[in-house]
């Protein structure tokens, strides 16, 4: 039997030559769970194999899924942009595995089933409730064995009420994912119960509501009729969610893979694979399935279990690896952790050839074959997230380097740097497919809660192998840094375009920043900071080299930024040298799918191409006269016929109009003999605030400088609405204290119209004065002299009331 290698290896010492070329760069590896010097295999240190574990296709990915491969993405440009790795990137398609097999048979057999009955009838009925009430006691066991879709409701909020408020279940401890999938229980039998309650549904919206309880009920009832040959019943689901997911990925500039390997494509090189494996002596057979024998391998001198050893005997995760095996009986297995390379197909599920009969591949075994085809019996890097460490790339470790262990040779290392990216959260659980607990991408994206951009850098500013919860300010730190960058490439791209029309065009432009960047210093007051873009590339690569830390790379672009903005004359050419730097490394870091070659900044900071020949010189217009209205000139007329804007087409109609508007308003002021400063000034904010903010564009004044034309943000919006709404409540604060205030009035001066002489002409009393003050009580008795005394306050209290009371309807208090 080989001998097997039974730890991680350090890649072999890059010669010297190779060793210069190298940057420097140490990645965390959960083969070491330390961070480890990166060495390539390549013996020139250029090349990097990488094999990513792609996306299970069966449902839209969701923001899980976009923190796991946009952080990956983020990885593979860092490689190949900064550093100039020349990268082979593949990534698997699982196109068949328990969770797609189910997936796809219960929708074919659903919609087969549907197709049967084309209006609502009994049959359909009481299969549903059928369907209801199996589904509630699997799932929802705390519910009585009677419940009903009339008695559902009141049940569930009896059983699980605390659940449903955020308790765990046992009331032990905080909520996880179990509570989630009891979330998700509970949506899916309301949603059945509450279609089993409409008198006369559609038969499409009631399978759109019931289809959680029909999916499993009518897959276990005509399982038994697919054919394990018709692959084309589970690849219909798998192409679709498998181009679904290159789109979102798309839509994410998240890089295309450079080779995509599935599945369904490697039937028998995996039958072949598994076949090595047991010649080699590392598996055996039992009833149609093929296991591998983990205590052969350690035996050998191999090590199971390498990447997260103290998960070796969770039995919950070895049986969310075995998928529908798990329920299996086990007793024939040679060691408890022996796990499934070929599994014997049962009814209902596709299957392949193979010397053990019908069945289909492993989990894991997919991996291994398609990664080892491609890249070789030895690799750099192997990624995916960070759930895929137990069992999914513990098992693939084992399994390949048995399988590269044949002739008497040692194992060589299978892969030599694991990276894995951590999970993105909500609300404390992990987001999957299997709760229903997530938000897809392109939910996410079509409903504005998030932008490409947005999305990433939120990710960003995230260690890639910590775990992410999305918090309020998580989101706001986004902004605030995205807000940041916009606000410096808008000044710099404002500077590049007013030495424009000064006549200095691009090419010296370009001369300008060569020079700059070629002597470290300008001839201009800026060249303090020349320095401080140089210690923050030098920090930016640092950050880089110590496992892609992006959240201080992107902190040192931040922090460049705040000392270009602190300082208050800087040389136009510096600041153009420093926008144009963190323009590449912004686009480095995928931050704009529409970067073009020589752009500065990144997209959406221009605005409309088509608004340009009016809104410049609209702009320059309203600054001259702003200028001179504040200098007190009240003779504008001159400026009404100056800077006409260029002919404009159709698209640019709303802009032009906008000038030839503003110039007619400065025109008709200065016709007015008394017209002021303040006239024009007003025509100048009207136009700024109502008019160009309602074609999206903002003008920023600024001080000694002309207006910054910019397109208006969502940052600007909100701005904005916080102002109006803190205006608004202020103003309603104001009323209400007035309000208030007239209200207290009125009840004083209500309090009044009652006489001080009638006031205690009560039953409490039996005779009074002349001025009605009591001088014997009820009983016939005098009234004391202190309490004479007490009473005397409240009738000259009440005389000033009742005058007041009579001045307001214009009579006289006095006799």
Known sequence: MATAQPKW????????QVGQRLPGLSVYNSL????TPFVPIDAEGQKIGWYACGPTVYDDSHLGHARNYVSTDIIRRILTDYFKFQVTFVMN???????IILAARQQYLLSQWLARHTAMDQEVRETTTKAFVTYTQKNLPLLGAEVSPES????????????????SVDRQGPPGDKEAKIKMHLRTADSAAQALQINQPSIEGFAAKASGVLLPYIDSLEKHTVSGKDHNIFTTLTKRYEQRFFDDMASL???????VTRVTEYGQQIVDFVRAIEMNGFAYEHEGSVYYDTQAWEVSGGVYARLEPWNRNDKELQADGEGSLSTKTTGFKRS??????????????????????EGRPGWHIECSAMASDILGKQFDIHSGGIDLAFPHHDNELAQSEAYWAHNGCESEQWVNYFLHMGHLSIQGSKMSKSLKNFTTIREAIAKGDWTPRGLRIVFLLGAWRDGLEITGEVVKAGKAWEDKLDNFFIKALDIRRRRADQGQGESGLAEGLHALSTNGHTNGSGSVLDGALEDAKNKFQSALCDSFDTPTAM???SDLITAFNSEKAVSDLSVLLAAQWVTDMATMFGLDADHKEGQMGWSGLEIPEEAKSSVYPLSQ????????????????????????????NHAGEPYAKAYTDFQRTIAEISSKPDAAPKDYLAACDYVRDTVLWNLDIYLEDRDGLPALVRPLSQSLREERTNKESAAASKAAAKEKAKADAAAAEQGKLGKGKLSHLEMFRTSEYSAWDAEGMPTHDVEGKEVAKSRTKKLRKEWERQKKAHEGWLATQGVSGRP
């Open 621 to 648: 217009l309203r600054d001259r006269v702003r200028e001179q209205a504040k200098a007190d000139k009240a003779d504008l007329s001159e400026l009404s016929g100056s800077l006409e804007p260029k002919n404009s």
């Open 152 to 167: 559902y409701d009141e049940e569930a909020s009896q059983a699980y009420g605390h659940v449903l408020k955020g308790e």
């Open 336 to 357: 408890a952790a022996d796990f499934a390379l070929w599994k014997a197909s049962k009814e209902g599920e596709p299957s392949w050839s193979s010397p053990w009969g």
């Open 555 to 557: 902190r040192v672009i």
């Open 253 to 259: 500039n998240v890089r295309y893979p450079d080779k």
């Open 93 to 99: 398609i699982t196109d068949v595995d328990d969770k």
């Open 9 to 16: 290896q350090s890649p072999a010492e890059p010669t010297a």
């Open 32 to 35: 070491t769970r330390t961070k």
